[in-house]
């Protein structure tokens, strides 16, 4: 293949179309998350992928776990749960049977606000899709994404937001 070949030429405006479809939206949700719940995005997807963890085996998420679902680096998942953890959203502690393993948790505080922030997340994420539908060059995009319908279970396993 070479730059003008047809193919690469139609992969790499898709791939931009897609890039640019994920910074509309995103920039949506931050804006309503933002000025209703003083929360940015990647706050709000920390704190919803925390809050659907469950007691027993598999249900807490190590820090790397943690940073592989909110698609940060470790590091910057780092800063990002001291930041929740000094506002008194998230709380870290030892793992039980490996002084080793971190967990985070979400505090009741953390529980309130991620449950009050979700619909607006939720009806942001709808506008933003709305909104890029009108756009006739996106439309397979919108319903390539509104046709996700990702199990709980997969979510889970693959440690995805729950973003539809």
Known sequence: MTATDPALIGLAQGWCALSWLHDRIEAHIERALQSRHDLSVREYSLLDVLSRQHDGEGGHLQMKQVADAV?????????LV???????????????????????????????????????????????LGEAAANPALVPLVDAVESLHVPASTRLRWRLPNLV
């Open 71 to 79: 698609v940060l680096s470790q590091s910057a998942t780092t800063r």
């Open 82 to 128: 001291t930041r929740l953890e000094d506002r008194g959203l998230l709380e870290r502690y030892l793992c039980p049977t490996d002084r080793r393993g971190i967990y985070t948790n979400v505090t009741p505080a953390g529980l309130r606000l991620v449950e009050e922030a979700r619909p607006t997340n939720d009806a942001a994420l709808r506008e933003a």
